[in-house]
């Protein structure tokens, strides 16, 4: 210690203080202040408020973090918890859809079934169709659909194409191609927009049905009014034909076999369309077969059926047919289909051709000058069977024709009136 700068504090004089630092030789005195006290010790508090704030920081800063980590937690918990809730909501609406998607495909399915039955059926019907246009019936008009379906007016054609169109709808519906998440809450599901598509195609479905039984039932009304026309007048001349039910009054029989339940109304509308065209086409040909047609066509009646005075004895007689003039070379038509089993000389008639058209009915052209035909020769209605003449018991030309049934003569008039009246009828 050395001796500093004198100091006197009340009469008295304090000693300072030295601080010697020494490095090697060098020798170095420093004298300490009192404001150099107060500055370290003000500086060593410093370091002390700063160390204790630094760890009051510390200290509350856990706290702080506490708290937040625990919010947090929280609010991943509650975020947690909710994303729980949505995934279970969305499996519940995924379960729901899948539920309605099955239901949406077993419609689907039986739609198809319906749609296949009505294309089978319209194949059917088409077939039957074509037949009653050969036959020379018309179907109704369709009648207009109902406001349900839009008041449209459609064919069987158009109606299975607008079948086709609605069964695309519903199968794109049940392809489940409807977004999911963006129908939560789902107001609309797949099953109710679904309902209405197949609501729709049920209605064109019953409408396109309902077109067909009427085209249906009016076909089969007309050929079997038709039929029973042709069949009148057949049996008016003597020609007995098939009836209605198929019974002509000879023996029916069989075991007993329980009828059939697997036929549809539908079908057993198309079984009878069917049964009525089939007796139409059988009377009608019938009819083209029997006797109707005249054998000279534009020529005039000179003598009629029944007792006359014989041109060549001058007494009563029976004439046996009808003659009409003609001139030598005129074409002699026949009647009606058959097979010829004469054509010849044939004593009073000259050359004759006689004609067998079944049902026990038979023609006799005679007296023409030319034969064209052979015996055994099948030949169609209209066709030109010889020329008219004068030759065997004649008094000039003419064409001498004859109707018989069972041999016996009967009056041709009456298959002529017949034959205009089947004009109408016969196409």
């Known amino acids: 210690m050395v001796n500093g700068t004198d100091s006197r504090v009340f009469g008295k004089r304090r000693q300072s203080h030295v601080l010697i630092l020494a490095s090697g030789d060098t020798i170095r005195h ?46 991943q918990h509650d975020y947690e918890d909710r994303i729980a809730a949505l995934r279970a909501q969305l499996d519940r609406i995924t379960s729901r859809q899948l539920l309605d998607q099955q239901v949406v495909e077993q419609k689907v399915d039986k739609l198809m079934e319906q749609q296949n039955a009505l294309f089978s059926r319209h194949g059917k019907l088409g077939s039957l169709l074509d037949r009653a246009e050969e036959s020379g019936l018309t179907p109704a008009p369709s009648p207009s659909t109902s406001p349900s379906t839009g008041g449209r007016q459609a064919s069987l054609g158009t109606g299975i194409e607008a079948i086709g169109s609605l069964l695309g709808k519903a199968q794109s519906a049940a392809s489940g191609t ?7 809450p789902l107001r609309e599901n797949l099953a109710d927009r679904a309902d209405r598509i197949f609501s729709k195609v049920t209605l064109s479905l019953k409408d396109i049905e309902k077109q067909q039984l009427a085209k249906i039932a009016h076909l089969t009304d007309g050929a079997s009014q038709t039929a029973d026309a042709i069949t009148d007048i057949l049996r008016d001349t003597g020609v007995a034909v098939a009836s209605a039910d198929g019974n002509d009054g000879g023996g029916i029989g069989g075991p007993f076999v329980e009828p059939e339940t697997t036929t549809s109304g539908f079908d057993a509308s198309l079984d009878g369309l069917d049964a009525a065209l089939s007796r139409l086409e059988t009377v009608r040909e019938t009819a083209r077969n029997l006797p109707f047609a005249n054998p000279a066509p534009g020529h005039y009646v000179t003598s009629r059926f029944g007792n006359r005075i014989d041109p060549f004895l001058g007494r009563l007689a029976l004439h046996a047919g009808i003659d009409f003039q003609a001139d030598t070379g005129d074409g002699v038509k026949a009647t009606g289909a058959g097979k010829v089993i004469a054509a010849g000389p044939a004593a009073g008639y000259g050359n004759m051709v006689e004609i067998d058209h079944g ?7 005679g007296h023409m000058s030319r034969i064209l035909v052979e015996t055994g020769e099948t030949i169609k209605a209209g066709d030109t069977i010889g020329l008219a003449g004068a030759t065997g018991r004649a008094t000039g030309p003419h064409v001498h024709y ?5 041999g016996n003569a009967i009056d041709p008039i009456h298959f002529l009136n017949a034959g205009m009246k089947l004009t109408t009828y016969l196409r």
């Not at 004859?402 to 069972?406: A, L, Y």
């Open 402 to 406: 004859e109707v018989r049934r069972d």
């Open 359 to 365: 049902h026990g009915i038979t023609t006799r052209y």
């Open 178 to 184: 409807a977004p999911v998440l963006a129908s939560v």
């Open 30 to 75: 420093m004298n300490i202040r009192p404001w150099m006290a107060g500055l370290a010790a003000c500086v060593t508090g410093l370091v002390v408020i700063g160390y204790l704030a630094a760890t009051s920081y510390l200290v509350i800063r856990d706290d702080l973090v506490g708290a937040t980590m625990a919010r947090q937690a929280r609010m």
